[in-house]
Nanobody
């Protein structure tokens, strides 16, 4: 399974970006997809996750109310709509796939990872 993330860029504080991630290859019948991010000098952290059914999406407290995760199973894609962006949202954002569809927020549940897309928010 390969994951390709896109949509990152440079935006001013308060602006919006929409990240996309498409999976290719042989996936399990149902799977969870998630977004994580890693800022310079910091550990990778959970952002959001969504199960196959599209329900039960979970967010990190730092992005709750500003970010929305969604998916299109027919396209094997997951999206992250990011609004009201803050400089502290600056990071490389990674999409990931959990073939067990656990809906977990812990990175060790995710077997497949995309290459990352840079999001930079200027103040």
């Amino acid at each position: 399974v390969q994951l390709q993330a896109s949509g990152g860029g440079l935006v001013q504080a308060g602006g919006s970006l929409r990240l996309s991630c498409a999976a290719s290859g042989r996936t399990s019948r149902t799977y969870t997809m998630g977004w994580f991010r890693q800022a310079p000098g910091k550990d990778r952290e959970f952002v959001a996750t969504i199960r196959w059914s599209g329900s039960g999406d979970v967010y990190a407290d730092s992005v709750k109310g500003r970010f929305t995760i969604s998916r299109d199973n027919a396209k094997k894609a997951v999206y992250l709509q990011m609004n009201s962006l803050k400089p502290e949202d600056t990071a490389v954002y990674y999409c990931a796939l959990d073939p067990s569809n656990t809906g977990a927020r812990y990175s060790n549940y995710y077997r497949y990872w995309g290459q990352g897309t840079q999001v930079t928010v200027s103040s």
